[in-house]
């Protein structure tokens, strides 16, 4: 079993930034993919950041050059900068994970409980 945790979201000006982190804690061998995902009322989740755990990256069109995803592969966390936010940033993002428990075990998805990052004046 795993238990992801999040924090970080709030209430941001324009302009401003942010930093989320995750944490995935339990029984867990390797993780596999680690990533933020955000869905705004109406809209359908999309993928903010994702990193593997050999380091390759990618971000959401809408985020890329803003945006800074890194993890911690001891610590089994993911943490997201995000920085000149706009309002169209605000939604709620949800961090994600592919998580194998053991050895020759399949891969499992996990997904937290979203954390609101709110961008107004």
């Known amino acids: 079993q795993v238990h992801i945790v999040e924090s970080g979201g709030g209430l941001v000006q324009p302009g401003g930034s942010l930093r989320l982190s995750c944490a995935a804690s339990?029984?867990?061998?390797?993780?596999?993919?680690m990533g933020w995902y955000r869905q705004a009322p109406g809209k359908q989740r999309e993928l903010v950041a994702a990193?593997?755990?050999?380091?390759?990256?990618n971000y959401g069109d809408s985020v890329k050059g803003r945006s800074t995803i890194s993890r911690d592969n001891v610590k089994n966390t993911v943490s997201l900068e995000m920085n000149s936010l706009k309002p169209e940033d605000t939604a709620v993002y949800y961090c994600?994970?592919?998580?194998?428990?053991?050895?020759?075990?399949?891969?499992?998805?996990?997904w937290g409980q979203g954390t609101q990052v709110t961008v107004s004046s």
């Open positions: 994600y994970t592919r998580i194998i428990h053991i050895l020759g075990d399949a891969i499992h998805d996990y």
């Open positions: 990193i593997t755990s050999g380091g390759s990256t």
């Open positions: 339990g029984t867990i061998f390797s993780i596999y993919y």
